[in-house]
């Protein structure tokens, strides 16, 4: 279930997440965050390191999508080596 609370904004640009909320989603302190903001809306969005398994999912994907467009490894490299210029 959705919680909501009402805060202020600090002279400083802070904010307190009300406890209630931190503790329904785990927050702790050094937590990060990805503000995003538009017109009237900040949307908060707790970042969290992947584990191995969400790792090995995403390698997963990348591979069966290159696959799927027959990229070869020397497209890749082309196409890194484009990138870092």
Known sequence: MAHFATTRMSS???IVIP???????????????VVLGEQDTVILKSITQPGIDDFKTLL??????AKQAKLKKSDLKRIIKKVRK
């Open 12 to 14: 400083k640009g802070q």
């Open 60 to 65: 997963t994907k990348a591979e069966k999508q």
């Open 19 to 33: 406890e209630d909320i931190r503790n329904e989603l785990n927050l702790r302190e050094g937590t990060e965050f």
